[in-house]
């Protein structure tokens, strides 16, 4: 799962690899979480301000799966 934060204006890039996931084999659920805390903490350190008002839409995976199909 790749990523780069904040969205506006990046200053990071981080990539998470997990070997054989124990849980889910979907990126984004697997590796998401990490990636998330990696992204909060190193963003923290940086002193870079959160991003005022940016909301995230969260797709069930059910529903990603519907979509792949269409």
Same mark, same amino acid.
């Given at each position: 799962f790749a990523g780069f934060v904040p969205a506006e204006s990046p200053r990071l890039a981080i990539l998470v690899v997990l070997d054989e996931p124990a849980t889910d084999r979907w990126g984004g659920s697997a590796a998401g979480p990490a990636f998330r805390e990696i992204a909060r903490e190193v963003l923290q350190y940086l002193n870079? /301000? /959160?991003?005022?008002? +940016? +909301? %995230? =839409? %969260?797709? +069930? @995976?059910? &529903? $990603? @799966? $519907? =979509? &792949?199909?269409n």
């Open positions: 870079v /301000p /959160p991003s005022p008002g +940016r +909301r %995230v =839409q %969260v797709v +069930r @995976r059910a &529903d $990603a @799966r $519907a =979509q &792949d199909h």
